[in-house]
């Protein structure tokens, strides 16, 4: 009976260092992941010029993401077109324009554009140059000026591996 119990004592002790070192560890990830957005938000602050902002936001977003685009809303004729600025994660290719107004959807890009809010993946499609996997979250963030949209942030998951915990990323990127 005695043996049991010390058993049951050390099972115990290490099942709750085990918590601890959870803890932790999680704790650790979340401190890393709120040093990259300070060090982001630093960095667009520093910036001295449009471009150089819009840059910073899209290296930023590529630090909390495993994938990010930025596009510039080019409202034209009647029309509306979304020139890529960035990409982070999406190789060496560069992306094309999404081409707008032409009946063409242009998935969660086109909707974050026209509503003024960030949509996910689970409520529209993932834009075609994209290539994401039906299991795999996306997300659109339009840059307002004035009420106005100028840029649409599109960032993702990707394809590469899947993490044990759940991802914070797109609150990040929101931020």
Known sequence: VEALLVEERE????EARA??????????AQ????ER?????RTIDA??????TLTAL???AGSVAPRAALFIVDHAANRRDLQPWKASGFGDGALPTQR??????LGVLDVAVTTGRTVSTAAGPAPAFARLPADRAGLAVPITVGGYCVAVLYVDDGVGEESEAPASWPEAAQV
């Not at 918590?19 to 650790?28: D, F, L, M, P, S």
């Not at 707008?100 to 959807?105: E, L, Q, R, T």
Request: aromatic share 0%; net charge negative; glycine share 8%.
């Open 11 to 14: 099972q115990a002790t290490t």
């Open 19 to 28: 918590v601890v070192e959870a803890r932790a560890t999680e704790r650790q």
């Open 31 to 34: 401190l890393a992941v709120v």
């Open 37 to 41: 957005l300070l060090h982001a938000v």
């Open 47 to 52: 910036a001295r010029s449009l471009s150089d």
């Open 58 to 60: 899209t290296d930023a």
């Open 100 to 105: 707008g107004g032409d009946g063409s959807p």
